[in-house]
C-alpha cells in the first residue's frame, strides 16, 4: 500500500506516548498508526484505547525495543515506515511532517531526525546514527522482521543502518533542535540509567559491523552523495546516468 506506516514501540511511557500519539493521530502524512505495547505495566492499554485509529499490538512479558520494532514491521501495510521512539518531549505534527518530507518528495531514500539533546559529537557530525526516529523503504526490513526479533534489545537502528549503508540509499538528516528524548536516568533513577545506556552502546556495538565508527563514517558518506547529486542540474544528472550505462 503506498503510503506510510508509523510505527510507536513503548515500554511504561505514560504521559510521553500521549504527546507522540496527539503528534501522529489523524496527521495527513501518515496511512497507518502502529503502537507497539512492548509488556508495559502501567495504564497504556488504556490510553490507546482513546485512538480510534491506531493499531494496538500487544504481548507480555518486555522483549525489548529491537523485538518490538520487529512486530511493528511484520505487521505494516505502507511502503514506507516512519519509526518513532515513544519518550520524545517537544514533538509535534510539523516534526512528523518535516521527517517524511524529504522522502515523500523524493529528496531521499531515508531520513532520520537529529534532536536538540543528541551527543554534542553528533551535533558536531550531523548525524545520530542511533536516532529512533526516521522514514525508510519497507522493503529494506520487511524480509528482516524475523532476524530483527533474535538481535540485542538496543540493536535495531545499527542493524537497519547497515541495511541502508549495503544498498547504498539516499540519506537525509532532519534537524530537529525542539525536539529530545527523556533520558534513561530521569527514567529509572542514576545507577539504573547508566546500566541502561551502557547496554543501549553493547548492543550497538555487537550489532553493528566493523563498530560504530566505521558505520558513523559510512553514513556520512552516503549523506554527502546525497546532497552532492541534489545540487546537480538535470543536464548533468542525464550525463552522469549516461555514463553508468
Given amino acids: 500500500m503506498d503510503g506510510i506506516s508509523c510505527i510507536v514501540c513503548t515500554y511504561n511511557e505514560g504521559d510521553r506516548l500521549r504527546r507522540i ?8 502524512a501518515l496511512q ?8 508495559s505495566t502501567d495504564d497504556a492499554h488504556l490510553l490507546l484505547q482513546a485512538y480510534r485509529d491506531v493499531r494496538v499490538i500487544s504481548y507480555t512479558p518486555n522483549r525489548g525495543k529491537t523485538y518490538a520494532m520487529s512486530r511493528g514491521i511484520a505487521a505494516a501495510k505502507c511502503d514506507r515506515l516512519m519509526f518513532l521512539d515513544a519518550d520524545l518531549a517537544g514533538l509535534s ?22 534532536r536538540g539533546n543528541s551527543l554534542p559529537l553528533y551535533r558536531m557530525i550531523g548525524l545520530d ?57 530521569r527514567k529509572l ?6 546500566l541502561a545506556e551502557l547496554s543501549m552502546i553493547r548492543d550497538a556495538f555487537r550489532t553493528a559491523p566493523g563498530g560504530p565508527v566505521r558505520q558513523n563514517l559510512e553514513l556520512l558518506r552516503l549523506m ?11 543536464r548533468d544528472k542525464a550525463r552522469l546516468a549516461l555514463r553508468r550505462l
Fill in 32 to 39: 497507518e498508526i502502529i503502537v507497539v505495547n512492548d509488556g
Fill in 93 to 114: 505534527r510539523r516534526h512528523i511532517q518535516l521527517l517524511a518530507a524529504p522522502v515523500v518528495g523524493g529528496a531521499a531514500d531515508v531520513s532520520i531526525s537529529l
Fill in 224 to 234: 554527502a552523495g546525497a546532497r552532492r547529486a541534489a545540487r546537480l542540474r538535470p
Fill in 21 to 28: 500519539l496527539d503528534a501522529v493521530s489523524g496527521h495527513p
Fill in 129 to 185: 546514527f542511533v536516532s529512533g526516529e526516521r522514514v525508510i523503504p519497507a522493503s529494506l526490513v520487511r524480509d528482516q522482521a524475523s532476524r530483527m526479533a533474535g538481535l540485542p534489545p538496543w540493536g535495531g537502528e545499527a542493524f537497519i543502518n547497515q541495511l541502508i549503508i549495503e544498498a547504498a540509499l539516499r540519506i537525509e538528516v532532519v534537524d530537529w533542535p525542539e525536539v529530545t528524548n527523556v533520558r534513561k536516568h
Fill in 189 to 194: 533513577g542514576r545507577l539504573r540509567g547508566l
